[in-house]
């Protein structure tokens, strides 16, 4: 065994001896700036952390310490296991809640963070993003990690990321923010003067779920250098001159958000130094063998290439960690487990970069981000001829993870885990890169595509290691490629990858060497080696062409089984690449030889060009308030978020931030593995042997409620004797930490007998007549005979899948008993406290008024905050109960996405009767929902899709039924938009059937049909359209609609492979709840002795900016500056019964009550005010406590006089409407079926806006949550009910490259609604329909297609309109190769559900 660095050998070091270990930490307020660290605290720690002793490792080493700074800040961590991410370190450790846990799989970016290190030869400091959720500790040795705290804070300084973040208004719940606030500072911390492109590739790693990311990104281009005009060049004018043009000159309306002129400069020079100390260290210290022992795991950091051979061999199973990216999702999500891991990154050889004769060799250690500058400096450096293959794979580092993966995932981790996904072996493969290759005393050299084609001594041996890749130089003749398609264009694992290279004989078209290699086809990277040889000595020709498709089809299986689905889209993706390749290798030839190679057809030259992400332009218009408002009044104004700076430098408090509580034990929950079974038995004796384990809880320790009966089926809260769905909970353990508790969860074993039937889909619910009552019907006119009457009936249908709320926190709870009188506080994440009180009170059997349920702010909820959040919290209440302790229960991403269910799958079968000239006379349409295990809302959600149906037209003569299918499936509940996103895209399907069938254009059949003037719905509500009418009109006029129409249409004639597609899409979305008691809402406003005022109303900040609108609401009313107001929390202490915090009411119900309390406190002041009308407000208050007039009042708002007969039909079920049209482009890839989202113009009737940021921040974010719902989210089900889609790594909600790159929304001006607070609308869920106008439009792009290519015009489209939907809707010889393809015999992985 050789020595380390410091003369040491493994096992000769002595064991020092064992201690208490403590962490040397004292509080971690940022250090000061722009100097030196302050000295670490030498002091016991109340953080030490005692772990036992006898952790040795396998060589009998001691631990080491582990050295590192945060913020500035010195840790020395003794006992460091190798199992600790750092994210968990920060949050309960050091106490550090700003970094956020979102998916702690590397999907999201919440826990971004900022590493630094210092490199002693090249004496440079690299600054790099990262997600702390996949951060061991362990390689943070002489590092120093910034995290959101350290950035800036309230007590500090508020960091210029920070504030313009939050003035910009790119917080909403705030979650999100402090992983946006890293991102950002990084790059900036680079670059201080950013190309728009370098910020936005740095947020391609962050998901944000509430603002649509176009604030974010307003506040990114303020530190970009060049200037960011819109680019919307069809006047030829831009933004800055266009707006003059875009809005009527007689209103008077505003465009700006924010003021640029109250932002702080950026200094670099008031940053955080890197810490001297870590410097000498690097330069002084001389490095040497790190081993760190955990509870289960060790970890050893060697530091020379023999010590690692050395290692290796004696542990050839354990994993060399470099970036954690495969391991540790791996450990986490897969149950591998590894008790020895290598961490090889400070050994030299495998961190080289060395430019050779033939190429340029790069270290295995070396990130996918140093692979990629270093990559584009060669770029920039070799001639063209030299670099093709650099370009290709620079291509795939570009968009493969997110910048944060990038930085820490190693080249060498991507290579060797050989994933069918790998972006880069098959580009590495078919470009003929070589794998230097080190065993103890062996070392050799392979191709790394003799691994995957299958030649020679061709398998890597647990031994090996990889110590570098060598990138060879592309020679003359040579054409290299690589392709790949992912569910979103960035930060997506591809579907299909493939990389390519041809050389043809000198100077011909002649195929001397052809490699090609796809990945995601199989469980890892293949070569079509077969076809590679059979084409050598072939001219690159349409027959070779020919001759390719049908070998690569022939040879490359994609089995049904391979990852899963989606055969016949990578089948077409396969041979769709090939011919991409042969496009662009027959473009090349033209430029070196015109005359014999003509190159390809005009109008297929724009496939060539990949959409790429640009930074958006967007414009913002919303009436000015009148010029004679006082300027202390801010109702009208784009007052920032109230906990906007908060949410930006991670102060602002969640759940899960809340400090431990003495004792404190968490939960984690079993849930079962079937969809419809009898428990047999539950063995819980290996759960209760894990250390740290206290109990485990069940049905049985229900101490009153478990079934709560709403309706005639229950919802549960543990199952009893029978599961219903897959991801039911069966019981909880609860233990001394969460790893514990989920450890011992995975240990409880139940016993089942599967019960008959299962029902998952719709179809089977149907099927079985499995429903939950009542079912809804509306009936208007006379349906039948219509019929008789119509030149044209049509019948369809469409199904649209479910969506997964995706709320950035997960599922919360704190229970805390208090001791006596059976007394709970419950801290929940819930958009309803009531119904947390209540179920909690229930489920203990105590009076309500024991249980305290407090809700400071929620990380988005979208409508799964409700009911879902009163059974878990029940389950952590119960626990609490049983324990006697506080219950710490927060869900993770996986446990959250399983159990909670989403908005409801729905399939809508429509006939529907028109005229020649487009006039639709009847429809007849019935809905189904697939509600899922229980019923939870989905008979409402059910009834509001028949009530909303009718979105912008009137239909004479209509007939509708819901029906809430109950499935075997988790149960399904509330989501923005509560049915009305899936009813009204039925409707909009058949209009435009109607169009494709009477040949008049989509916008025509709806003009034709729209309302038009006071008329009635059909339950006969009076309606008056005037203001949809207008917001239709100057969306048409906005968008320039017909002048780009015809420009899309001019652009399809010139262009095969890439089509265009616009569409327009109105909006009525009904505002009301349907009955009085569910709009009533109080208030409580204290006015202290200091004049200070406390508010708190029934209403949860979520996000969408409510306290920030209350606040807003009483500054006006008792006419003081919203800095006297403060709000506290929502708290069933202050405000009983509230209702919930949902249907878009919450400013509307809330604002009454907030003004009712307002006005009797003014009241009561009236006659001190008016004795003395100079006074001031403080003296005001002064004098009214010395005459004893009451400063505290509570407000209360009885709610809207709403009703709803569904035995007539009839009702006022709403109390106003809200209006709105949107205007979508897309641009798609027929190749591929990838699409881009080119424009949106919006213009939306939501009365007087009481904050125009809050509320377009709301527009924008909902209609691209629309986005997401409607083209990209999709949940898999396997046949057996299981979700397979449990985080963001396999469901894709929109990232930045999602959002159109020109998104405008005006606010339509002089809209007045006498029925809400100061005459506003509530604004939160509808513009998520508006989402649809991109699905229509990419219908339009498709229509196109299919126009040219003869294919018949009905076709159906179902929702999410994914690539592989659009792929295989624009048929053409490759789609049809699939047609008669074996893989039609193999049964779907997922089914639709
Ligand atoms: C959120 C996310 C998104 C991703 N997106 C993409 C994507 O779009 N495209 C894509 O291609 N990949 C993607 N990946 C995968 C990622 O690129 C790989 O996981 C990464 O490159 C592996 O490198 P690592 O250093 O993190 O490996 P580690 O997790 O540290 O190690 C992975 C494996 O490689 C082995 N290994 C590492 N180095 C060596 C060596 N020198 N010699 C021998 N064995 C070695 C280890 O033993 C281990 O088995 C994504 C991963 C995540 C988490
Ligand atoms: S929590 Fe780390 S990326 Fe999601
Ligand atoms: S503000 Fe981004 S997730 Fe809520």
Known sequence: MSGTSDGSRFGARRLSPRRRARCRWDRLAPAPRGRGPRPACRGPSSCGWFRGSGAMSPQGAAADDLIFYVNGRKVIEKNADPEQMLLSYLRKRLRLTGTKYGCGGGGCGACTVMISTYEPSSKKIRHYSANACLLPICCLYGAAVTTVEGVGSTETRVHPVQERLAKCHGSQCGFCSPGMVMSIYTLLRNYPEPTPEQMIA??????????????????????????VCCQRKANGKCCSDQEDDLFDKEEKVSTSLFSIDEFQPLDPTQELIFPPELMRMAENQPKRTLFFHGERMTWISPVSLDELLDLKAAHPKAPLVVGNTGVGPEMKFRGVFHPVVIAPARIPDLNVVKYTEDGL????????????????????????????????????????????????????????????????NPVLAASNCVLSLASRGKKRRIPLSDIFAGVGNNTITPEEILVSVHIPHSRKGEYVCAFRQAPRRENALSITNAGMRVLFEEGTDIIKDLSIFYGGAASTTVCAKQTCSALTGRHWNEQTLDEACRLILKEIAVPGSASGEKVDYKKTLIISFFYRFFLEVLQSLKTTDPYHYPGIPVEYGSVLQDFKTKMPQSIQIYQDIEPDQSPQDPVGRPIMHQSGIKHATGEAVYIDDLPSVDGELFLAVVTSSRAHAKIVSIDTSEALKVPGVFDVISAHDVPATNEFYYSDDPEIVFARNKVICVGQIVCAVVADSDVHAKQAAAKVKIEYEVLEPVILTIEEAIKHNSFFEPKRKLEQGNVDQAFETVDNIIEGEIHIGGQEHFYMETQSVLAVPKGEDKEMDVYVSTQHPAVIQEMVAASLGVPANRIMCHVKRVGGAFGGKLLKSGLLASVAAVAAKKTGRAVRFILSRG???LITGGRHPFIGKYKVGFMNDGRIRAVDVNYYINGGCTPDESVLVAAVSLLKMDNAYKIPNLRCWAYACKTNLPSNTAFRGFGFPQSALVTETWITE??????????????????????QTHFKQKLDPQNLIRCWNECMEKSAYYSRKKAANEFNKQNYWKKKGIAIVPLKFPFGLGTRYLSQASALVHIYTDGSVLLTHGGIEMGQGIHTKMIQVASRELNIPMSSIHFCETS???????????????????????????QTLLKRLQPI?????????NEWIKEAFEQSVSLSATGYFRGYNENMDWEKGEGQPFTYFLFGAACSEVEINCLTGDHKNLRTDIVMDIGCSINPAVDIGQIEGAFVQGIGLYTMEELKYSPEGVLYTRGPDQYKIPAVCDIPEQFSVSLLSSSQNPHAIYASKGIGEAGLFLGCSVFFALRDAVTSVRNERGLKTTFVLNSPLTAEQIRASCADDFTEMMTNNESASFTPRAISV
């Open 895 to 897: 446990d959250d996405m």
């Open 202 to 227: 740095a947020l391609a790693g962050n998901l944000c779920r509430c603002t649509g990311y176009r604030p974010i990104l307003d506040a990114c281009k303020t530190f970009c250098k060049e200037s």
């Open 1169 to 1177: 005010i008016n004795k003395n009308p100079k006074g001031t407000w």
């Open 361 to 424: 060799t790069l270290g295995a250690a070396c990130s996918l981000s140093v692979a990629k500058d270093v990559l584009t400096n060669a770029i920039s450096e070799f001639p063209e001829e030299k670099t093709k293959v650099f370009c290709a794979v620079l291509k795939q580092l570009r968009t493969l993870g997110g910048e944060q993966i990038r930085n820490v995932a190693s080249l060498g981790g991507n290579i060797i885990s050989r994933k069918s996904t790998s972006d880069l």
């Open 1132 to 1158: 069933t202490t202050t405000v009983p019964n509230a209702c919930a915090s949902a249907g878009s009411a919450g400013t509307d119900v809330n604002g009454m009550a907030v003004k009712d309390a307002c």
């Open 994 to 1015: 109607v169009a494709d069938k009477t040949g008049l254009s989509p916008e025509k059949i709806r003009e034709i049909n729209m309302y038009k003037e006071n008329e």
